[in-house]
């Protein structure tokens, strides 16, 4: 039975019915919704350098998705109604570019051609992650394309970075390997406040 405070944590964290987290999950997965994992992906990028000094006008982010299953696309859908058009990280405006993950032979140009910065993992059926998973993140070491997700056991698979819960508050999950490979550049203090896998 959940205590009240635990009833407060799931109104905070899961979405409004009828999208991304409508499905009942155990506890222990409990999600940040996607706007939420977006204002603190917004956050975090206050403490990341790499993109900052190359005169960029905006940040980019691919969001990967998997046309036939629905949990991924009313997250995608969610996500993007996250990213108004007046959203900024540090000043610059966002664009989002969907990735169908069944549409992988336009992986490479989308990641090498439109200057994508950043990718966004939805939730994947586990067949589909298990067998696009090193591929994606192959590309993503290839072009320097930093990785992150809500998904937080994506971190453990090679994704950068997880966006999550931790104690029912809002936390970072960091695959420092991973990062670095995808050209990160976390500053000391962020890292002092995550959670390193």
């Known amino acids: 039975m959940f205590l009240i405070i635990s009833a407060l944590v799931l109104v905070i964290f899961l979405p409004r019915p009828g999208l991304a987290q409508e499905k009942?999950?155990?506890r222990q997965e409990l999600r940040l919704t996607p706007a939420?994992?977006?204002q603190l992906f917004q956050k975090m990028l206050a403490f990341e350098r790499?993109?900052?000094g190359k005169g960029i006008s905006e940040i980019t982010i691919a969001v990967l998705y998997e046309k036939n299953f629905e949990l991924s696309l009313w997250t995608k859908e969610d996500f993007a109604a996250a990213v108004s058009p007046e959203a900024t990280?540090?000043?610059l405006p966002v664009r989002l570019v969907e990735l169908a993950v069944e549409e992988k032979a336009a992986w490479v140009d989308v990641l090498s051609q439109q200057k994508i910065n950043f990718l966004?993992?939805?939730?994947?059926?586990?067949?589909?992650?298990?067998?696009?998973?090193?591929?994606?993140?192959?590309?993503c070491r290839q072009f320097k394309v930093a990785t992150f997700t809500g998904e937080v056991s994506y971190v453990d698979l090679g994704v950068a970075i997880g966006l999550g819960v931790e104690n029912d508050t809002p936390h970072i999950f960091v695959n420092l390997r991973a990062a670095r490979e995808q050209g990160?550049?976390?500053?000391a203090r962020l890292l002092r406040m995550t959670s390193i896998r």
């Open 89 to 91: 990280v540090e000043g």
């Open 36 to 38: 939420r994992q977006f």
């Open 184 to 187: 990160l550049d976390l500053s």
């Open 120 to 139: 966004y993992l939805t939730p994947l059926r586990p067949a589909t992650l298990r067998s696009q998973i090193k591929d994606i993140l192959s590309l």
């Open 24 to 26: 009942k999950m155990p």
């Open 50 to 52: 790499s993109w900052k």
